[in-house]
């Protein structure tokens, strides 16, 4: 799979803490969000996970300011074992939950959650998260309300962001920040937001997704 807007707006949006000093990407791919999170957080140390192939992710990396901080591993999320807990955990997962698959195996596990269901992702999650860990996803809209469901009493949503991708048109995207879930810990309202990509003109950004993303894209 390329690069795609998803993976850039999940790596720039994911919030940082300067106590984040471990960060895991699932299903880094390329390597493209552990590259911006090593780029944003200069003291953090980051792992990213994929069950297919982590060569490109790997070479990505060397080529990079920042590679001597991230290393990757293949092998799945629910078999992959980690020394320490991690502060901040990042993901742009499959996401087709019952759609029809593709006859192109490489993008039928890439896209639809053959080999990630959102059960395991959550128990992932909660298995290599720090207490204090948060953790960061990307989904369309409905697989964003599955996730959260799955999510319920495991998971406590703090942030979400509604991405359009012009201001007439729904939202196609969903950014979410969790925590662990702590029946004995009160935790304000989770804070609700929208972002528009496009201001509806050709070719034209808002202002608001080039503030976000110029770190990370040379046209801006």
Not at 204 to 211: L, N, S, V
């Amino acid at each position: 799979m390329k690069v795609g807007t998803d993976g850039v707006l999940l790596g720039a949006w994911a919030p940082l803490r300067e106590s984040d000093r471990s960060i895991l990407d699932i299903g880094t791919g390329t390597g493209v969000i552990a590259l911006m999170m090593a780029q944003r957080a200069l003291a953090a140390e980051i792992v990213g996970v994929d069950p297919f192939g982590v060569e490109e992710a790997r070479e990505n990396a060397d080529r990079s300011p920042w590679g001597n901080r991230i290393r990757f591993s293949q092998t799945t999320v629910q078999e992959f074992e980690s020394d320490g807990k991690f502060d901040l955990i990042v993901s742009n997962p499959p996401f087709f939950v019952d759609s029809l698959q593709c006859p192109d195996a490489g993008r039928t596990e890439a896209r639809h959650t053959v080999s990630l269901p959102f059960g395991d992702l959550c128990r992932s999650v909660l298995r290599l998260m720090a207490r204090e860990g948060h953790f960061a996803v990307i989904l369309p809209v409905e697989e964003a309300e599955k996730f959260r469901r799955e999510a319920l009493l495991k998971l406590s949503l703090v942030r979400s962001v509604d991405v359009h991708t012009t201001p007439r048109r729904a939202a196609k995207r969903r950014l979410m920040e969790f925590v662990r879930y702590d029946e004995q810990r009160s935790i304000s309202p989770a804070i609700h937001e929208d972002l528009y990509i496009g201001t509806g003109e050709h070719e034209q950004y808002t202002d608001e997704y080039k503030q976000l993303t110029r770190d990370f894209y040379l046209k801006f």
